[in-house]
């Protein structure tokens, strides 16, 4: 299972960015496609997840009505569109691949990781 985030850089506050992430290795149809981030000296914390079949959001309180998570069944890749960028939103963001049948915001309950792309909001 590979999973390839890309899209980070460096952006303006009350800018956007869109990060994608395309799965590969297998069918994702029964997963939970999530992203966290990691700001430089915090932990990894969650921001949002979709469900592969169904398509059901969910998203960390802090970027409520500013992030969109989406997918592209036929690209197998999902998204993460980020608007009104704050600074406090500065981090790596990875996306992650949960085989559970439930969705978890739970770091653990994620069983593939992309590598990160990082994330640049300035003042």
């Known amino acids: 299972v590979q999973l390839q985030a890309s899209g980070g850089g460096l952006v303006q506050a009350g800018g956007s960015l869109r990060l994608s992430c395309a799965a590969s290795?297998?069918?994702?149809?029964?997963?939970?496609m999530g992203w966290f981030r990691q700001a430089p000296g915090k932990e990894r914390e969650f921001v949002a997840a979709i469900r592969w079949t169904g398509g059901s959001t969910y998203y960390a309180d802090s970027v409520k009505g500013r992030f969109t998570i989406f997918r592209d069944n036929a690209k197998n890749t999902v998204y993460l569109q980020m608007n009104s960028l704050k600074p406090e939103d500065t981090a790596v963001y990875y996306c992650?691949?949960?085989?559970?049948?439930?969705?978890?915001?739970?770091?653990?309950?994620?069983?593939?990781w992309g590598q990160g792309t990082l994330v640049t909001v300035s003042s």
């Open positions: 290795g297998r069918t994702f149809s029964s997963y939970t």
């Open positions: 992650a691949a949960d085989s559970g049948p439930y969705y978890s915001n739970y770091i653990a309950s994620y069983d593939y």
